[in-house]
């Protein structure tokens, strides 16, 4: 019912930047949030940012300050502005949504890697 598409993962330096986009297509008025998840090698999935559909945003605690969730209705895409980027922010980052059925729905996932 959703589709989901990520794109804007790469490869940065420590200290630089990235913005990840997320691409929403579908029933996409059953979405009432989304947001960003992330998962490193051998580690669990974790939340990274969301977003309300009424534009309120959550954070992680650690990456408050460093990461931004913004979205654009007209596009209908959700982005993920990271900057002061750390090697242990190098994960595979998920978007997802959540709202109507199934319930979750989740992009395919876009790799960043912050490596000197």
């Known amino acids: 019912q959703v589709q989901l598409v990520e794109s804007g993962g790469g490869l940065v330096q420590p200290g630089g930047s990235l913005r990840l986009s997320c691409a929403a297509s579908?029933?996409?008025?059953?979405?009432?949030?989304m947001g960003w998840y992330r998962q490193a090698p051998g580690k669990q999935r974790e939340l990274v940012a969301l977003?309300?559909?009424?534009?309120?945003?959550n954070y992680a605690d650690s990456l408050k300050g460093r990461f931004t969730i913004s979205r654009e209705k007209i596009n209908n895409t959700v982005y993920l502005q990271m900057n002061s980027l750390k090697p242990e922010d190098t994960a595979v980052y998920y978007c997802?949504?959540?709202?109507?059925?199934?319930?979750?729905?989740w992009g395919q996932g876009t790799q960043v890697t912050v490596s000197s």
């Open positions: 977003i309300t559909r009424g534009g309120s945003t």
């Open positions: 579908g029933s996409i008025s059953s979405i009432y949030v």
């Open positions: 997802n949504a959540k709202g109507g059925s199934p319930p979750n729905h």
